[in-house]
Structure formats: C-alpha cells, structure tokens
C-alpha cells in the first residue's frame, strides 16, 4: 500500500513509462477492445484511451483525499503532486521515447492534480476558519 502522501498519479506515470522504455515496439494506439453499441456503430478503445480514463479516476480519488486532509498532510500532497507534474514535463520535453498524446493527456491531468487540489485546500480552509468564526460568535450570522 502506498502513503497517503504519495499521489495515485505516480501509478499511471509509472506504467506509461516502463511500456514506453522497455517495450519500444508498443503503440498506445493499438485496439484493445471493441465495444459494439446499440445505434450499431462500434467504439474501439486503445491502450491510450484506457490509461487516460483510468487517471483520471484517479485524479477523483486525489480530489477526495485531498479535500478530507489538512495541515502538514496537505502541504506534503501538493508538493508530492508538484514534483510529479514537474517531472512529467520534464520528461515530456526532453525524452524522445514518451512523447505522445496520450503522455500529454496525462500530463494535463497532473496539472489539474496540483491546480485543483491547491483550489479544494484553500477553499476548505476558508470553510473551517467561517465555522470557527461563527462558532466563536464573530461571524454575523443571522441572529446579527
């Protein structure tokens, strides 16, 4: 099991990389499943598509686990999610082997990692300072 601390991005990150390194003949354009709908058309899904849909379930678990934290826990997740993010676009731009739409993709989704969670703590932050506010009596509720 992972630390708390440690983002679940970390895992799709880590995937991209071992295919894209050490199996340089896979495309994450191959079909790896064939979905037949019911207006008759068919939808092919590639390897790419999956490990974008899967991040960014992952990115919802983030979210979560990041608006249930607070104090040093939090910090420590931002900085974590920043480091990968930076890292992923340090290697998007300098390593031939990941460059890909489905490696931009995931990037986009380790931005919207450290951007959103940065959002959701300081949004909860605020919450919790207006609830000790109204609960000190200081906040001009509406028996003010």
């Known amino acids: ?50 490990i974008v849909a899967a991040s960014v379930l992952i990115l919802m678990i983030d979210l979560l686990r990041s608006a249930r934290h607070s104090g040093r826990r939090t910090i420590l997740d931002h900085v974590l999610s920043m ?5 992923m676009l340090i290697e998007f731009l300098t390593v031939k082997a990941v460059v890909s739409s489905t490696f931009f993709l995931l990037l986009v989704v380790s931005f919207v990692d ?12 605020i919450a919790r300072r207006d609830v000790l506010l109204d609960e000190a009596g200081g906040g001009g509720g509406a028996g003010a």
């Not at 340089?24 to 790419?48: D, K, L, Q, Y």
């Not at 480091?83 to 890292?87: E, M, N, S, T, W």
């Not at 450290?114 to 932050?125: D, H, Q």
């Open 83 to 87: 480091v990968l993010f930076v890292g």
């Open 1 to 50: 099991m992972l630390p708390t601390s440690v983002p679940l991005l970390i895992l799709p990150f880590a995937l991209y990389n071992i295919v894209a390194l050490f199996m340089p003949e896979f495309s994450w354009n191959n079909e790896i499943w064939r979905v037949h709908m019911i207006s008759g058309g068919e939808w092919a899904i590639t390897a790419g598509d999956a």
């Open 114 to 125: 450290v951007a959103a969670g940065f959002s959701v703590s300081i949004r909860a932050a």
